[in-house]
């Protein structure tokens, strides 16, 4: 059964290079991402491992967990980590979960038969303080995931669950935001006593909130 965004993320027990990791404990009242790789040793997997290392900072600041998973065994982990801190630049520094029963891949329904039937494709989600899905991205094996547009998400997904709007195409940190429908004038007045701009009654665009 597929999962869904809002769905509680499932929880599961699996060892990784940083020991044995209990999902729900290890993410308690964090952000969180999970994503999965096709196979260890394979090209885009190792530029897509190595650039989210390179965003540990990024991932802090906004406490945000991550967790790449793959269903290949935990000591085939340790010599790819050495491919890609070579390779990239950048040294593991998050676990890399070792799903080697599929059990994992099978709960978050990462394998896509008619892709194939034992590779996971390239699924992520991001999950909430709460452990409900708030995000869930899949990719086809060939193509790379964009973690800069991860980070773009998660900035929407953490300003719109605090305040009560909802960000435009192409948002980025520190554009205007939009009031959301469901926040009347005399409501957004209170919240906004310097005003906004309106398009629209249903189209009221602000300043993104600060706080």
């Not at 978050?108 to 303080?129: K, Q």
């Amino acid at each position: 059964m597929a999962i869904l965004i809002g769905d509680t993320a499932p929880d599961f027990t699996l060892e990784s290079t940083e020991g044995t990791i209990h999902f729900h404990d290890y993410i308690d009242g964090s952000w969180a991402v999970l994503f999965s790789h096709p196979k260890n040793f394979t090209p885009v997997c190792t530029t897509e491992l190595g650039y989210t290392a390179k965003l540990k900072d990024e991932f802090a600041k906004r406490g945000v967990k991550v967790l790449g998973l793959s269903v290949d065994k935990l000591e085939d982990h340790a010599g790819w980590a050495r491919d890609i801190e070579e390779t990239q630049g950048s040294a593991l520094n998050f676990p890399l979960l070792a799903d080697t029963q599929g059990e994992v891949a099978r709960k978050y329904d990462m394998i896509h038969p008619n892709a194939d039937n034992t590779l996971t494709v390239r699924s992520l989600f991001v999950i909430g303080p709460d452990k409900k899905v708030k995000l869930k991205i899949e990719y086809p094996a060939s193509t790379g995931r964009n973690f800069d547009e991860i980070i773009r998400v998660i900035d929407s997904l953490q300003l719109t669950a605090k305040h009560q709007v909802a960000t435009p195409v192409n948002w980025k940190q520190g554009e205007d935001v939009i009031i959301v429908p469901a926040v009347t004038n005399e409501a957004a007045k209170a919240k906004y006593p310097e005003g906004w701009k309106e398009l629209k009654p249903y189209l009221r665009i602000v300043p993104q909130p600060r706080g």
